[in-house]
């Protein structure tokens, strides 16, 4: 019997590898399932360009390999994004008295409107540019996939969370698809979130007008390319 192979996944936050973890090793049964947590977005941190991005990620995945792991050790890097309305243009981004932005359909609201265009415009630039990269490490598979505007919109439908409220939704998540696998991959490939397309074609789809601060998601994308392996695996045993 073959090793193992690590499929990587990388994640903001502890809430997110709480949510998908326990989902996940069951779709990506037969590989070793494992998350490697940013502590935050680094397509927003500060002196984080188009430039260094790609650098920054590989730098994540050489921190997780450690001494322990190499290149050949992994299937493949899967980057999981929250879209956070990157992609609206500048009049959606509205003056209020919210400390922190307030997301909403059609704009954001926040009482520091010359930051988050910054910040959108960063977060862009950084996004676009990871769409275009293949590998990781030199030979490491990478795509990135999003839920927009955030995690806990694409999967229970709210925003604008705290983080108590985020980590309850987190247990309820697991708890309701942990022993219904299907219909979770169902959800994220056929409902009305899943955007339809290639790869290519649903990251032009979530730049478009307000889609990034819209409920959509293409990780449905990840789960099919996975569920199409098995099948063709399954068929070649036959």
């Not at 050489?62 to 322990?68: H, T």
């Not at 977060?123 to 955030?150: D, H, R």
Request: glycine share 4%.
């Amino acid at each position: 019997m073959p090793s193992k192979k690590i499929v990587l996944f990388i994640v903001e936050g502890i809430t997110d590898q709480l949510s998908l973890a326990a989902v996940l090793e069951q779709i990506f049964a037969g590989n070793q399932v494992s998350f490697q947590i940013t502590n935050g977005d680094i397509t927003t941190r500060a002196n984080q360009s188009a430039k260094n991005i790609t650098a920054k990620v590989g730098k994540v995945v050489k921190d997780f390999c450690g001494n322990i792991f190499s290149a050949k050790d992994f299937l493949k890097i899967i980057h999981l994004v929250d879209t956070d309305g990157a992609f609206i243009g500048e009049d959606h981004v509205e003056q209020s008295d919210n400390r922190h932005p307030f997301y909403l359909d059609t704009c954001i609201q926040t009482s520091n409107v010359k930051g988050i265009i910054e910040r959108n415009e960063q977060k862009a630039e950084n996004l676009e540019k990871l769409v275009g990269v293949k590998t990781v490490m030199q030979t490491i598979p990478y795509s990135v996939y999003y839920f927009s505007s955030n995690l806990e919109h694409v999967l229970h439908n709210k925003r604008n969370l705290q983080t108590q409220e985020k980590d309850e939704l987190a247990m309820k998540f697991e708890q309701r698809f942990l022993r219904d696998i299907n219909a979770f991959v169902q959800e994220m490939t056929e409902s009305e979130i899943a955007v339809k397309g290639d790869y290519e074609e649903t990251w032009e789809f979530i730049k478009k007008e307000e889609n990034s601060l819209k409920r959509y998601t293409n990780f449905g994308l990840c789960l099919k390319e996975n569920k199409d392996k098995d099948c063709n695996e399954e068929n070649e045993l036959l």
